[in-house]
């Protein structure tokens, strides 16, 4: 399924640049950043643009396409959203190398800087590699990432870390290690809690599977230090869960859901509360997304519902299990709105979901109104069903 997949002929939507070339923004040609929300704070986890022409393999260097991936960037900004970057979205661990990452957290962070748009950048310990590391290189490895960020401009999200669940025997080895790091932090940071769903090799995270326990420990580290943690991202796909943990926050403490089941509920809140946004589906979802928080900061949460919750059902069928190939269709979206040429991904990651997947995936999007250029679409999603041994869309 690699391969670069071209549109049909000339055609007028907003983001041409000629008659003749695809409809992607380049990095040098950025739109205008929208005025910031003022109800809540609002981060997509976008993706990257690999670049198709490159000779890869699945287990080497990641190949990425500079240009488009940070025109996406600034497509995000220009809804008022902020930008997640080099996290779970953008395939970190699954095709994404830490050579890249760094790259792409330099170059992403000094677009931001550019245009004014808010942006945070994963830090974890993934330049360690393999399986295993002992405490005191996982301990490096997380400040050599975060001193990059940091020096970036950027906000740094400390992400769960594949080495430490493998590595730590209990809830001590989580709080010393992030009651560390917090110290170290020279601004608030955002904590992250992948849950296995996500990942399965984080299994056990903050030294207990029992979830209550995992909590407790979480909110003990967060309660040490408040002031150095900014919020917290919760990606478990547990509203209730969700909903609990963030009425223990210490006060000042924002809790980001990342649960792409239930955030139209979570992020409208209740009488004691709501939950910021930091999420995967706001990457297809942008303007949709950011049309919906603006009725939200006017006041309307009925109309911010009435616009979002149509979205879950898309959202679920791109996540559902198993999730951690919910990249794939966010990328397939990408390709069939126009944010880019190709449909292809870093480590090949394009051939993870079957091609049913991805046509209902269209399907839903396209009811949905999500493509700028509906004809665009569906010849697209014809011509990748040819590639594949369809019979057409």
């Not at 997509?44 to 990641?62: E, I, K, L, N, R």
């Not at 960020?149 to 950027?154: F, S």
């Not at 207990?208 to 991202?233: R, W």
Request: proline content about 6%; some cysteine.
């Amino acid at each position: 399924m690699s391969g670069r997949v071209n549109g049909p002929g000339p055609r007028t939507d907003p983001l041409r640049t000629d008659a003749g070339s695809d409809p992607v923004r380049t990095a040098a040609d950025p739109p205008n950043r929208a005025a910031p929300f003022v109800s809540r704070t609002v981060f997509a986890a976008a993706h990257v643009v690999a670049d198709p022409f490159a000779d890869s393999t699945p287990d080497g260097p990641a190949t990425i396409d500079w240009d488009t991936t940070l025109a996406f960037r600034h497509h995000l900004w220009s809804n008022g959203l902020g930008v997640a970057e080099a996290m779970d979205t953008a395939q970190r661990g699954m095709g994404l190398d830490w050579a890249s990452a760094a790259e792409l957290i330099r170059r992403s962070a000094a677009e931001a800087v550019a245009v004014g748009g808010r942006i945070a950048c994963g830090v974890g310990t993934d330049q360690l590699g393999g399986s295993s590391a002992s405490l005191a290189d996982i301990k490096a490895a997380y400040e050599e990432q975060l001193s990059l960020v940091e020096g970036t401009g950027a906000q740094a999200i400390v992400m769960a870390s594949r080495h430490l669940a493998a590595a730590a025997t209990g809830p001590d080895a989580y709080a010393e290690m992030y009651g560390h790091l917090l110290r170290q932090a020279a601004e608030p940071v955002i904590l992250h809690w992948l849950g296995p769903t996500f990942d399965p090799a984080l299994e056990g995270y903050w030294g207990s599977s029992d979830l209550d326990t995992a909590t407790d420990t979480f909110l003990q580290i967060i309660t040490e230090q408040p002031a150095k943690v900014d919020g917290v991202k919760v990606s478990l796909l547990d509203a209730d869960r969700e909903i609990q943990l963030r009425r223990r926050l210490p006060d000042g403490v924002r809790c980001y859901t990342g649960d792409d089941f239930h955030y139209p509920e979570l992020i409208a809140g209740d009488e004691l509360g709501y939950s910021d946004a930091l999420l995967g589906i706001f990457d297809p979802l942008a303007s949709l997304a950011a049309d919906a928080v603006r009725l939200l900061d006017s006041g309307d949460t009925a109309a911010f519902r009435k616009r979002l919750d149509p979205t879950v059902t898309l959202s679920r069928h791109l996540f559902q299990t198993p999730t951690r190939y919910y990249k794939t269709g966010v990328v397939l979206l990408a390709w069939l709105a126009g944010h880019q040429s190709h449909f292809t991904m870093v480590g090949g990651l394009q051939s993870a979901r079957s091609l049913p997947h991805l046509k209902r995936a269209y399907e839903l999007a396209d009811g949905l109104d999500l493509f700028p250029d509906p004809d665009l679409a569906k010849f697209r999603m014809r011509q990748l069903e040819s590639v594949l041994g369809g019979r057409g869309a």
